[in-house]
């Protein structure tokens, strides 16, 4: 199995993971240009891509989905509520294949399990994902604004996770965003807090979790540097500390992780 985070921000989200000779990106939010030369620098090419695993209809998740020119075997997955979403405001992408799919059902890829979770945003309907790839659990948790018994369960499974860490409250609060626009961060459909994460993150098995990636910071009401600070407070994580890694916004890889 290898993956890897391309982005993650409210700039732009994308990450790749492949197993087995299947190549998925999960959410297409990053410039194609960008996921392109990415792929191309790992030997594939993008037309190489099985799936796309589209979390919501955020523009920061799907925007560049419309310009994906894949093989005809590419299959966008989604429920019907994003799909819907999507193809409404990006009329483009109805030439997709598109795979729509229930939550909590877990849908066959190949020789992997990938089951879909609901996360609270202020979306339609957003999901997060559980890919089980032999005995190996990725969880993708991102964009939501409280944490929930779906996605505990799934984090307790993990052996790579991916977590939004969000926001800060006072450096959102210090922050020149309107007033409205802090309220929708903040409210428990919105993103989730530093302390949320926090949170979510003692409930990891810590024999099983392999690594964490601390994602989708804010550049604006967060910093990594605070992140880690908050971290290295917390006993009861002191045993995966040196298993979390915190990706900063706009533009950076996250490190790749390979078994």
Known sequence: MFFQVIETSSAGNCAYLNC????VLIDAGVGVRKVSAYLKGRGVDLGDVDAVFITHEHSDHC?????LKGSEKLCVYANRDTA????YLYPETKRLRWKIFRNGESIDFGAWSVT????????NDC????????EENLVWATDFGRPT????????RASVLVLESNYCPVMLEASSRPYRLKTRIACPNGHLSNADAISILKGVDKRRIRKVFLAHVSAECNRCEHIAQLLGQEPDLAPILSRIEIIPPRGALGSAFEL
């Open 20 to 23: 087995g000779g299947m190549h």
């Open 63 to 67: 925007k560049s989905l419309a310009r």
């Open 84 to 87: 819907e979403s999507v193809r």
């Open 116 to 123: 879909p979770f609901a996360v609270p945003h202020d979306t």
């Open 127 to 134: 999901v997060g994902y559980s890919f089980k790839i032999g």
């Open 149 to 156: 018994p779906a996605v505990a369960d799934a984090v307790s």
